[in-house]
């Protein structure tokens, strides 16, 4: 199975991509991980908040291939525990699929119609964080489902 990290912008903070970096690299040794960068809408200001999510979603939705699995990154998603989460992600390795796509979006959120095209939502949280940290924050979950997947000491039980 291949995932991909779809986000919307670039990390700004050098500090904060090493350590994506870093963790992209480590996730390289359990699974074929890619993280995507979708850029800024230019003149975002033009717009209002409906139009950026619109032509936000619309460079998210250009990414899904037929029989990819969409899954957002939403404060209304489902919670895990580390461990729930490790067991997902076995559960989507076993059925088959071939491409699993989380995608991280924009300052308002996603347009009706990429809500409507994926197939459920994820929360890390019930705090808000910047959609930056919000990156490093998952690759590194990602790396501890791994991690536990394959009886690893990282994550303490």
């Known amino acids: 199975m291949k ?26 040794f359990y699974v074929n991980f890619n993280l995507e960068i979708i850029p800024d809408i230019k003149n975002a200001k033009n717009y209002s908040e409906d139009q950026q999510k619109q032509l936000e979603g619309a460079e998210i939705l250009k ?26 992600l076995q559960k989507k390795m076993n059925s088959g699929l071939k491409t699993l796509v989380f995608v991280i979006g924009g300052p308002y959120g996603f347009s009706d119609e990429v809500y409507d095209k994926s197939s459920g939502k994820i929360s890390l949280s019930s705090m808000t ?16 489902g791994f991690t536990i997947l394959k009886n690893e000491p990282y994550h303490h039980r």
Do not use: C, W
């Open 3 to 28: 995932i991909t990290l779809l986000a919307v912008g670039k990390t700004d903070q050098k500090n904060l991509q090493n350590l994506i970096d870093d963790y992209v690299k480590r996730l390289g």
């Open 63 to 88: 990414r899904i291939q037929p029989g990819d699995m969409l899954v957002l990154l939403d404060e209304k998603g489902k919670n895990f525990s580390s461990l729930q989460f490790s067991e997902y």
């Open 129 to 144: 964080f910047s959609h930056q940290m919000v990156r490093l924050f998952f690759i590194e979950q990602l790396y501890r």
